[in-house]
């Protein structure tokens, strides 16, 4: 039987914490005959304070080894101040642009169960599914010049650089259009192509793809300003959203907080698939961050990181049957009641991090 | 009597008919003998059918001759396709960068009376009062290189730069903390820090003012994606934000639509004091765009392009008992009741573009 190497990278914050509940579910898996093998090492924060580096070359041998890599969260003010290059952000940066994981998804559904707890009205987000489709290793994150220089009269300039290649364009757009058609066949790609060199060019690539591979699926256009109003006002008009890097940080970012399931949404990263072998390298990682302000008190949802593994299950190993046992443990376990703090019922009792593991291990 | 110099630029879209509708109100004042000057000129894609470009010469020397500038919004499928240099909005890009128009006051305001007119949660918006101060004159809508390059394998690469030198940082900086001052003495200050020079910059300028010449105001900084969930999670949090560009753009989109109000807000443009005189050119516009939809219908809330005509009194007037005189009768006519379609009471008949001007001006 195939094993199914997993590097763990708990990081920062609540990262440690929900990747423990993590762990048990794996455990189960195998004590079930599913062969993972697993290995945990530092990234973020935690990285820096052991070895100066946001993450060691010996766990990115690793990474680079795995088949897939489930990632808790990094960052803390703790750290906002060490220098740039080795702030707890830039091991995850590295992670994405070494292992080339360039199309990050990033689902945004609205539970039933949980629709009250959104700052929205009901109606706007209930049943919302969405799915933000956003490029990971192009854009402003990673283009050169990216510098703050000195200039002679003793002020100072910095500088981003935003740079797109068509194949960047064309690989996400692929994979937006992929994915709307298991869906409901809609997508809207996010630019600024009013005020952007790289917005312009963005939609004409989008549209030749369209145009010469998937002209069965619907395509829209949409400025990301505006993007970004019609997900708080309508977010059920939208189906498949693919853009770019930044807006798509700040997008995602939006339609996750819109589902009041925050606590709940995993993320895929994946990269190329290898055309002689079909597999593809991946990250798999929770949509919420490293919380430090309720790290280690056992208040956090673990439904998240254990969601992305759930992922991992789906996407890279292939274990469909798994995967639905999972989601079908987890959502048993939410219509329980069994919830922490940021999706109990009104007036429901909340239970601890470890609850909810233990809760779905006993449902699996 | 001093004579105001104002220059009307309805542009496109539902632009002129709400700009008729201010046309009103200015000559109301000017009956009651405060002395107006208008001419009226063409921007944005009626300027590009008319001239071939999106403003023409002789109407950027009005507008620097002008004593404010009214502006409606420009844009529309039908530009789609023209040249980038000539698309509608670079005449709204030229007359920010040559007036120096740095600072864009964009208040997002939830009226009471409009609060079920939010996707939010009532108890979210009501009350709802914040200033989204945004860079407007630097960053990467202004950056260069800006362009898309063909390689030599026949591939392109398109390119846009995000520059800030210290001057800009610091003066809108200074906006923000002297606005906060006046309202609730807290300033958020947004960027991503943690993937951008810019946004490490950005901070670094903002500390550094704060702590030189506004420790009496309370700043805190946060993660641009981060202040896109929390507006939308939790918005009465903010007092005043300052942010770039581009993150302004869409965070002060955001905030616009939560109030449910978005035919109702106005903005201001601002440039630097003269130092000689004590004026500075200013623009006003509504934040909402040009609505092609429902553009020549007489459907158009007037409201927002009517607000900016007060902070124009306001800010480029000191017109204050007039500004006040303006808001009052805008309040009383939402009271009213006459509104138009977005922001009619449920159940209630909605009335045209024309009746909310002319009831405004009866009830002044
Ligand atoms: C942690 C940070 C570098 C990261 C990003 O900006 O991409 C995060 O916000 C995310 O969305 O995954
Ligand atoms: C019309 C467009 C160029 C403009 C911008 O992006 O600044 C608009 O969205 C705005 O916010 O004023």
Known sequence: MATHKLLLLPGDGIGPEVMREVEKIVGWFRKR????????????????DAHGASISEDAMKLAQAADAVLFGAVGGA????????????????????????????RPAICYP????????????????????????????????PKEIVTLEDGSQRAVDTQIYHTYEVERIARVAFDLARKRRN??????????????????????????????????EHVLADNCAMQLV????????????NLFGDILS???AMLTGSLGMLPSASL????????????????????APDIA????????????????ALRYSFGLLDEADRLDRAIANVLASGTRTKDIAAPGANAVGTQDVGDAIVKEL
Do not use: C
């Not at 009013?194 to 619907?218: C, L, P, Y």
């Not at 006002?233 to 770019?244: A, L």
């Open 78 to 105: 703790k750290w906002d101040s060490v220098p740039y290059a080795v702030r707890p952000e830039a091991g995850l940066l590295r992670l994405r642009k070494d292992l080339g994981l360039f199309a990050n998804l």
């Open 253 to 255: 970012d939006i339609a």
């Open 271 to 290: 990269g190329a698939e290898d055309p002689k072998t079909g597999q593809r390298k991946a990250l798999y990682e929770p949509v919420h961050g490293s």
């Open 33 to 48: 005959g599913v062969g993972f093998e697993t290995e945990t090492d530092l990234v973020g924060g935690s990285a820096y």
């Open 233 to 244: 006002r309508y977010p059920k008009q939208f189906d498949v959203i693919v853009t770019d």
């Open 113 to 144: 169960a949980l629709a009250d707890a959104s700052s929205l009205k009901r109606e706007v987000v209930e049943g919302l599914d969405i799915m933000i489709v956003r490029e990971l290793t192009g854009g402003v994150y990673f283009g050169e």
């Open 186 to 219: 809609k997508v809207s790609s996010a630019e600024k192509f009013n005020v952007m060199k790289t917005g312009v060019f963005w939609r004409q690539v989008v549209t030749r793809i369209h145009k010469a591979e998937f002209s069965d699926v619907a395509l």
């Open 296 to 311: 280690g008190k056992g208040l956090a949802n673990p439904i998240a990181m254990i969601g992305s593994f759930g992922m």
